[in-house]
């Protein structure tokens, strides 16, 4: 059984930074892109980072840029994001998710995402 448990989160201030961390288990990690979504209250999941199955390659959404870094460790089976800069606006829940198939390069698309974990909130007060 896949398990990913998120971690990590809590209140910081406008400008100030967490780190997320999500340990997997039940699945050959190291085959398998990593993603971090996010889903605000009253409004849909989006995408934030993914990182390949490697760690050669990573991925991020436009507002992410610059501010957020994810990286993973597969000798210790867990994926990070670093989080800098942070605004009220990434106030939201935010998910661990790992590839539907093995190999993959990573994705934006949810759908390309077979297991996630149950999240760990961030709260970015003003």
């Known amino acids: 059984q896949v398990q990913l448990v998120e971690s990590g989160g809590g209140l910081v201030q406008a400008g100030g930074s967490l780190r997320l961390s999500c340990a997997a288990s039940?699945?050959?990690?190291?085959?398998?892109?990593m993603g971090w979504f996010r889903q605000a209250p009253g409004k849909e999941r989006e995408f934030v980072a993914a990182i390949s199955w490697s760690g050669g390659n990573t991925y991020y959404a436009d507002s992410m840029k610059g501010r957020f870094a994810i990286s993973r460790n597969n000798a210790k089976r867990t994926v990070l994001l670093q989080m800098n800069s942070l605004k009220p606006e990434d106030t939201a829940v935010y998910y661990c998710?790992?590839?539907?198939?093995?190999?993959?390069?990573?994705?934006?698309?949810?759908?390309?995402?077979?297991?996630w974990g149950q999240g760990t909130q961030v709260t970015v007060s003003s």
């Open positions: 039940g699945l050959p990690f190291n085959s398998y892109a």
């Open positions: 998710a790992a590839a539907t198939h093995a190999y993959s390069g990573g994705s934006a698309y949810q759908d390309e995402y077979a297991y």
